[in-house]
T-cell receptor, first 113, second 112 residues
Framework: GENVEQHPSTLSVQEGDSAVIKCTYS??????FPWYKQELGKGPQLIID?????GEKKDQRIAVTLNKTAKHFSLHITETQPEDSAVYFC????????????FGQGTRLTINP | DAGITQSPRHKVTETGTPVTLRCHQT?????MYWYRQDPGHGLRLIHY???????DKGEVSDGYSVSRSKTEDFLLTLESATSSQTSVYFC???????????FGQGTRLTVV
């Protein structure tokens, strides 16, 4: 089955700097790659997603890139702010009858003022 | 916020007792999912449903069963709780495969 590896497990950056989180996946049939942000005591919330027919997607300060050949995708956050501090999860899904997301292990991002 | 309510939000139960967690949605989404979250493992899919009375197993389904008799409700049952089932459980919904999944607030279950 699908396996998703996420790195790093923790990341600390200065406010205003950029943060990059990387994920690799194993199943070349995966075609949907969402990123979720989880704040303390809450459920994960989608921040951006990308499908396998697209190489890059951007939404304001957040961007995701996908390299299907290498089977990896990355989250880029620019001009980081204190409210970006949270745990971030990547995921991959093959789709089909239902969306069976396989998640990475998570990255705890801390933005230092 | 998507209309997803999980109940209870917290529960402590003894080993060997049955436990049922409830997920209720008001979005009329077809797909519903149960995940568990444990440190170092991210979220792992337990069971999912693609319609009323249509359910299937996820990657960590042993020891769990589910039922969906109405579009809005998806129940997760631990027939005989074990300490390894201590976890935070999240329900999620989506309108279609490979679209945004909305997660509930979670249920923290402790098995002692």
């Amino acid at each position: 089955g699908e396996n998703v590896e996420q790195h790093p497990s923790t990341l600390s950056v200065q406010e205003g700097d950029s943060a990059v989180i990387k994920c690799t996946y194993s199943d070349s049939a995966s075609n949907y790659f969402p990123w979720y942000k989880q704040e303390l005591g809450k459920g994960p919330q989608l921040i951006i997603d990308i499908r396998s027919n697209v190489g890059e997607k951007k939404d304001q300060r957040i961007a995701v890139t996908l390299n299907k050949t290498a089977k990896h995708f990355s989250l880029h956050i620019t001009e980081t702010q204190p409210e970006d501090s949270a745990v971030y999860f990547c995921a991959a899904s093959i789709g089909g009858r239902a969306q069976k997301l396989v998640f990475g292990q998570g990255t705890r991002l801390t933005i230092n003022p | 916020d998507a209309g997803i309510t999980q109940s209870p939000r917290h529960k402590v139960t003894e080993t060997g007792t049955p436990v049922t967690l409830r997920c209720h949605q008001t979005e009329n989404h077809r797909y519903m999912y149960w995940y568990r979250q444990d440190p170092g493992h991210g979220l792992r899919l337990i069971h999912y449903s693609y319609g009323v009375k249509d359910t299937d197993k996820g990657e960590v389904s042993d020891g769990y069963s589910v039922s969906r008799s109405k579009t809005e409700d998806f129940l997760l049952t631990l027939e005989s709780a074990t300490s390894s089932q201590t976890s935070v459980y999240f329900c999620a919904i989506s309108a279609m495969p490979n679209t945004e999944a909305f997660f509930g607030q979670g249920t923290r279950l402790t098995v002692v």
